[in-house]
């Protein structure tokens, strides 16, 4: 058992929750450091987020800041006299003064094999690239955004159904299972950090919604992976009849080699597809604004007009 205990955890969403569970079986978490409530839904109610919950659950101290570059931060952090900090999807950039708080710095759990996919959309971005494996990486941080050196990485492969919801969250287990393995081998002294490799660096940007526009103009493998990216957020879309159509759910339609122009919807059995710049997309699922979600078989009854319809890019 290593000799330090004390640990802060830092991070929001659902893929820090298994993380943040790990180590509070494991050690002792003396606090943790979350996103603020935030508004959501059609009604617009504070939601908190997931690892609040969590941290709720445990029965573990909880500080909500809406920044860390502040001098309030860097004393509640401090009172909680950390030996280290593990992050996870946390949120916002630490500030050197939190870095070099505790003395055996900060730990972040990055749903990429670094230094591929830096930056805050690592699992949508592997999968818009069509990268066959990613995995998750533990780094002891430093200033840069997901610069520092790595202290072990194992890998998962991609599936070729995995949307961002699912491959996040197997990579959300897979990391909480490397902490556990490998905190107490570093809290020991028994693993060194080794530097990131300089060949190999990319970068992702935050998702925004319009990341989750179709363009009917681009081949449709690339389509069909934007799909499955952008679920469960942004989610993909396009237009009809001036109407926001989401496509909750397509595959790449084989052998396709009809001469439409690219939007056009086709018939395809009982089912539809689009027209691509190359190739087409088969629609599984779908849900017209202010409408239900509907397989592209029961969409089509109540909408005839929609097969031989332009969508729009």
Known sequence: MPLVARIVFMGSPEFAVPSLKAVARAYRVVGVVTQPDRPAGRGGRLRPPPVKVAAQELGVPIYQPESLRTTEAVERLAAWEPDVVVVAAFGQILPPSM?????????NVHASLLPRWRGAAPVAAAILAGDPVTGVTLMKMDEGVDTGPILAQRAEPIRPDDTTGSLTARLA??????LLEVLPLYLNGDLVPRPQPEEGVTYCRPLKKEDGRLDWTRPAVELE???RAMTPWPGAFTTWEGKHLKVLRAALLADWEGVEPPGTVVPVGKGAAVVAGEGALELLEVQLAGRRPLPIDAFLRGQRAFLGAMLGS
Request: glycine content about 12%; proline content about 6%; charged content about 35%.
């Open 225 to 227: 992976r934007r799909v």
């Open 99 to 107: 870095l070099d708080l505790p003395r055996y710095g900060c730990l």
């Open 173 to 178: 287990q897979k990391g909480a299972d490397l």
